[in-house]
């Protein structure tokens, strides 16, 4: 694949440049607001860009390898939920039980956590990416590719409290840059961090359901543009939400309207108070409170199993059943609300709320954020679902605040738990929305995103330092090294 050209900022474009000092065909015009902006000549670069050859083909060639690497992710969480099915449903069955026993947990996650640990010593890859590190999007060696799926597959079903995503962009990477190997196309560094990006795209999408989420995803993962980009993007994402809760308070206020591109629904959504703007503010605060020493947590947890992998994945597979197995003892609860993802158990919490008491919340939040600070530490999966869980969790349990409802209650911390967990405050609010399936919480999503957000990269770094974005794709995108 020839590679394509650089992105605005980086080289001049060929041919003449436009005329200084103003827009391009005619002279600068000192009154001219516009005098001495770059804009006009950034669109003639993205143009000459736009009409290179090279850029063409690259563009038509990751829109190709978005069908096989699609096709393979679907069949890959297709695998991932049989065998989930299969170990957590079908065979208690089998064995003439309704649900998993209270030590179901403890077998299953000794055989995986004994298989993800020689899969990390001894196979190329280390089995994916550390998933206490955060997402990236570096495309995976094809050699690396099985080790990762191994992985991934020892620990999903078996009971690991992640998700899937981390495993599907590494797919999804690895096998852009195998197809493109197979192409015989030009492996250039810009080359490379583009292909393993649009198949990562390509992948994350089949789980989020949504492309425009896998998207926003991968550019915030990437870090494109650096910190400059969530320097600006901060304010313009407070200030919507700030904006959106001024014009629902006046409509309401004077009983007039602007007229809107909202569809009417048969049953809508409670409407926003006042107290649900300002509990969700400080949802938002204390969760990033919370969750910044579980993650903290989490890459200690890392250099620990680092040393003896093949010794201490075990050890923290078997912590995080101990979580799963006292939980159920102590409620009366299956095992599977505190091992697995949280995707199910989510949509169970969603669908009825109130089935759950205080104490089940308490423990089910004491002890699943446990065994995801010990899967993220020692396992291979994803961050996402288990934090999406812990948050709508805490949102029920504190529902019943004065003047706080329960949907309200849960978008808030949803997207405050996402957005600490993954430092990814856009993908948070998306994602969220997403699942909400509606844009009438929209406003509290995107404060306790932007809170929590703030928090948590205010708080001391320690082992909850930020990790290092991934500076290949943001160079070839044109942001420079983050």
Known sequence: ??????????????????????????????????????????????????????????????????????????????????????????????????????????????????????????????????????????????????????????????????????????LGGGLALLFRDLAQAPATPRGTALVGAAGAAAAIAAIFGNPLVAAVLLIEVAGVGGPQ?????????????????????????????????????????????????????????????????????????????AGRPAVRTVLCALGAAACAAGYALATGRSPAEVALSGQAALAGLAADPHAWGVGALVAVLLLKGAAYTLSLGSLRGGAVFPALFLGAAAGVLLAPLPGLGVVPAMAAGMAAATAAALRLPVSSVLLVVLLLGSSAMMPVVILAAVVSFVVTEMLPPGHGARPPRDASVAEAAGGGPS
Not at 102 to 120: E, M, Q, R
Not at 244 to 266: C, E, Q, S, Y
């Open 1 to 170: 694949m020839p590679e394509p050209e650089p992105r605005p900022g980086s080289e001049p474009p060929t041919g003449p440049p436009p005329p200084p000092g103003g827009r391009a065909g005619r002279p600068a015009d000192p009154a001219d607001p516009d005098a001495g902006s770059t804009q006009p000549q950034e669109a003639d670069v993205l143009r000459h860009i736009l009409r290179s050859p090279g850029y063409l083909k690259a563009l038509v060639f990751c829109g190709l390898i978005g069908i096989p690497v699609s096709l393979a992710a679907f069949w890959f969480l297709v695998v991932l939920h049989q065998l989930e099915h299969g170990l957590w449903a079908d065979l208690p069955h089998a064995l003439g039980r309704d649900a998993p026993p209270w030590w179901w947990p403890v077998p299953l996650l000794l055989v995986g956590g004994a298989a993800v640990g020689l899969i990390v010593a001894r196979l190329p890859g280390r089995g994916g990416h550390d998933p206490s590190s955060g997402l990236h999007t570096g495309g995976t060696a094809s050699a690396a590719l099985p080790g990762v799926l191994l992985a991934a597959a020892a620990s999903l079903p078996f009971g690991a409290v992640l998700g899937p995503e981390a495993p599907l962009i590494a």
């Open 229 to 305: 980009l969530f320097a600006v993007m901060l304010p313009a994402l407070l200030s919507s939400g700030v904006g959106a809760l001024v014009f629902t308070g006046l409509g309401r206020w004077t009983g007039l309207t602007t007229g809107d591109l909202g569809l009417h629904l048969a049953v809508p959504p409670p409407r926003l108070d006042v107290p649900d703007v300002l509990w969700s503010v400080l949802i938002a605060a204390v969760l990033a409170l919370v969750l910044h020493p579980v993650m903290a947590g989490a890459r200690a947890t890392s250099a620990y199993v």
